[in-house]
């Protein structure tokens, strides 16, 4: 079975800093993955997809990496401001089709 | 830009009580998942449509809960009787693929609280 492990569970930094998020998956035969940011009572934005061929994906200040032999993903984020404060999520897709997702990292971008 | 339609926002029901959730995926996509997601927790899959047919019910509590997609397009989950343990987020999504390797796309979500 499929399990997601995102660490660390919480974050807080000052504006400016960047950052490096981590996931880790059990089971490294998947499809993709893609990270998601969720803002608080709200559905989630995609906001980068890995197929499991690329190593890495990039979007503005966003980049994602994938290894996906050692079951690992980064999100790295540059240059940090007070609207990237949210939850962001880590999904894997494997044979099954389904997402299975990490519980999530909250993070704090404070001015 | 096309975005996957959730209805209602927000929902709240006595424990006994039925309720319903309607989700209209992206136009074309011919795959559809129903999701919970529990305060603090990951989304996890309720059910997942290929079309009109279901493909995973696996973790859908069949007791009380229900899912249809009748023509294929939009869907339908519903909830009898609800139990306080069902408050949860129910998100939806769509993806356009016939098998795996598609991006999902997720509607804004269905907030229900059971009191």
């Known amino acids: 079975k499929q399990e997601v492990t995102q660490i660390p569970a919480a974050l807080s930094v000052p504006e400016g800093e960047n950052l490096v998020l981590n996931c880790s998956f059990t089971?490294?035969?998947?499809?993709?993955l893609q990270w998601f940011r969720q803002d608080p009572g709200k559905g989630l934005t995609s906001l980068l997809l890995?197929?499991?061929?690329?190593r890495e994906q990039t979007s503005g200040r966003l980049n994602a990496s994938l290894d996906k032999s050692s079951g690992r993903s980064t999100l790295y984020i540059a240059a940090s401001q007070p609207g990237d404060s949210a939850t962001y999520l880590c999904?894997?897709?494997?044979?099954?089709?389904?997402?299975?997702f990490g519980k999530g990292t909250k993070l704090t971008v404070n001015p | 830009e096309a975005e996957v339609a959730q209805s209602p926002r927000y929902k709240i029901t006595e424990k006994s009580q039925a309720v319903a959730f309607w989700c209209d995926p992206i136009?074309?996509?011919?795959?559809l998942y129903w999701y919970r997601q529990i305060l603090g927790q990951g989304p996890e899959l309720l059910v997942q449509?290929?079309?009109?047919?279901?493909?995973?019910d696996s973790q859908l509590p069949k007791d009380r809960f229900s899912a249809e997609r009748l023509k294929g397009v939009d869907s339908t989950l519903k909830i009898q009787p609800a139990e306080l343990g069902d408050s949860a987020m129910y998100l939806c999504?769509?993806?356009?693929?016939?098998?795996?390797?598609?991006?999902?796309?997720f509607g804004p979500g269905t907030r229900l609280t059971v009191t």
């Open positions: 449509f290929q079309d009109e047919s279901v493909v995973d």
């Open positions: 136009s074309g996509h011919a795959t």
């Open positions: 890995i197929q499991s061929s690329q």
């Open positions: 999904a894997v897709q494997g044979g099954s089709e389904k997402l299975v």
């Open positions: 089971d490294s035969a998947i499809y993709n």
């Open positions: 999504a769509s993806s356009g693929r016939d098998r795996g390797g598609g991006e999902q796309y």
